[in-house]
């Protein structure tokens, strides 16, 4: 059984940064992608980033590109998050998700396990 869990969610002033991290056991993540996706209060869960197997290749949602940079490590079987220049509207709850195939997918509907996630509050 694959277990994800995400760590350094928190409050912060718009303008600050966070790091997010996503350690799995059960399952390395050397060879599936990863992503992260968020849900605010009231709203669809949605798509924020993700990442090849290998970490070669990444695609962001517009509403992150250029604030966010996804990464991993596959010898620590890490994935993590970096968030810059936060806005209030990145307040939600981040979830690390994992797909049992290689490559990137911005579909969470193609992804098989979940973390519980991690809140994020960014005050303005």
């Known amino acids: 059984q694959v277990h994800l869990v995400e760590s350094g969610g928190g409050l912060v002033q718009a303008g600050g940064s966070l790091r997010l991290s996503c350690t799995a056991s059960g399952r390395t993540l050397s060879t599936s992608a990863m992503g992260w996706f968020r849900q605010a209060p009231g709203k669809d869960r949605v798509f924020v980033a993700t990442i090849n197997w290998s970490g070669s290749g990444t695609t962001y949602a517009d509403s992150v590109k250029g604030r966010f940079i996804i990464s991993r490590d596959n010898v620590k079987n890490m994935v993590y998050l970096q968030m810059n220049s936060l806005k209030p509207e990145d307040t939600a709850v981040y979830y690390c998700?994992?797909?049992?195939?290689?490559?990137?997918?911005?579909?969470?509907?193609?992804?098989?396990?979940w973390g519980q996630g991690t809140q994020v509050t960014v005050s303005s």
């Open positions: 998700a994992l797909r049992l195939q290689p490559l990137r997918s911005p579909n969470p509907y193609e992804y098989e396990y």
